[in-house]
């Protein structure tokens, strides 16, 4: 018996389980460097509002940023979205937009998702009051409300409010990684 624990210590040892290395620890930091960084970009985005469209200065930071989490792995991007959720979700309200629109646009220009799909392919993870105008002509827009033309992006609706549970971005962004490929996103 004496012999099998040994045998077990060692093995944890040399495998580096439970044994914290300089290699752990600056991969942890470089993880929280990462996330750090990326949370404070999605936070320099412009939200979707009710008053007003996106800029071209909000586009091409918008597709900056996509170009980040697109080169970035899927489980840091998943605790970037958390931790941006977790930052904005007791924030004050603004009749004008809600903060977690910034990740919603954002995610709607990482991924290349249809804009006539079958109505049995939608999804939602938030509850926007004026998504009824993604379906039109018995299809429905799974990019709304923004819109890809040969300019670039563009929105095709207002913020009007929301109802319901907090958007869930690391959700959206599992299933649409799962599902969908990455828009390809060239220099503007």
């Known amino acids: 018996m004496r012999a099998l624990l040994v045998l ?26 990462s996330v750090n ?3 404070a970009a999605i936070k320099g985005l412009e939200p979707w509002r009710q008053s ?11 597709i900056s940023v996509a170009r980040l989490i697109q080169g970035t792995d899927a489980a840091i991007v998943e605790k970037v979205l958390d931790a941006y959720m977790a930052q904005v979700r007791n924030a004050p309200a603004n009749g004008d937009f809600e903060p977690d629109s910034r990740p919603f646009i954002l ?3 990482v991924f290349d998702l249809p804009e ?8 939602s993870f938030k509850g926007w009051t004026n998504s009824k105008e993604r379906e039109r002509d018995g299809r429905v827009n799974l990019a709304w409300p ?3 033309g040969p300019a670039g992006p563009s929105l095709v609706a207002r913020y009007e409010g929301s109802e319901g ?23 503007r």
């Open 52 to 62: 007003k469209g996106y800029s071209k200065e909000g586009w091409d930071a918008a």
């Open 37 to 39: 960084t990326l949370v």
């Open 107 to 109: 995610m709607r220009v």
């Open 116 to 123: 006539k799909a079958e109505p049995r392919e939608a999804f």
């Open 8 to 33: 077990a210590v060692s093995l944890v040892g040399a495998l580096g389980c439970f044994t914290p290395t300089k290699a752990n620890a600056d991969e942890t930091a470089e993880e929280t460097a």
């Open 146 to 148: 923004v819109s890809w």
């Open 165 to 187: 549970l907090p958007y869930s971005a690391a959700d959206e962004f599992r299933l649409m990684k799962r599902k969908f490929a990455f828009r390809k996103l060239e220099k």
